[in-house]
């Protein structure tokens, strides 16, 4: 489970996104669960410390849950999915484990990002490393619903 936001100003020559809208998030009830949400992920690392805090983890995930709801029957897997996406918040372990050890290297983490193009059908996932390092996975996804995409590397 993951939260991101689109990037405005991707790094290293990554495709520049522009900021996606949706008239979803225009209605005060999403706003307010938007915000709820946002805040909940603010001081989490993306996600490192949420490990650690099961009553964090699970305000996050219902908070999440709250925003499917919201959402519910709106097309998610459109072209306006094709953007640079910024990760904010993760539970997935592999990508936590490499920001958490980022330093065991020599290094601290940059920007962990999403690179997703629907007409490609293609996901790639970033973890910048500065000044000039970058940990990068290709993925392959298929659209499998208006709001699913399953992606295989």
Do not use: H, Y
């Not at 959402?71 to 997935?92: C, D, K, M, P, V």
């Not at 290297?105 to 962990?112: E, K, Q």
Request: hydrophobic share 40%; net charge positive.
């Amino acid at each position: 489970m993951a939260v991101a936001l689109s990037a405005s100003s991707p790094p290293l020559g990554l495709r520049r996104s522009s900021r996606t809208s949706c008239s979803l998030f225009a209605k005060p009830t999403a706003q307010r669960a938007k915000r709820n949400l946002l805040d909940l992920i603010s001081d989490q690392d993306r996600g490192l410390r949420t490990q650690k805090d099961a009553a964090k983890r699970d305000a996050i995930v219902d908070a999440i849950e709250s925003m499917a709801v919201i959402g519910r029957g709106s097309t998610t897997t459109g072209e306006s999915l094709s953007a640079t996406w910024r990760l904010l918040w993760t539970t997935e372990k592999e990508q936590l484990f490499i920001i958490e050890k980022a330093g065991l290297f020599g290094t601290r983490t940059g920007d962990v990002l999403q690179v997703i193009d629907v007409k490609k059908r293609s996901l790639n996932n970033v973890i910048t490393f500065p000044p000039d390092g970058v940990f990068f996975v290709r993925s392959d996804i298929d659209i499998a619903s208006p709001q699913r995409v399953n992606f295989r590397f």
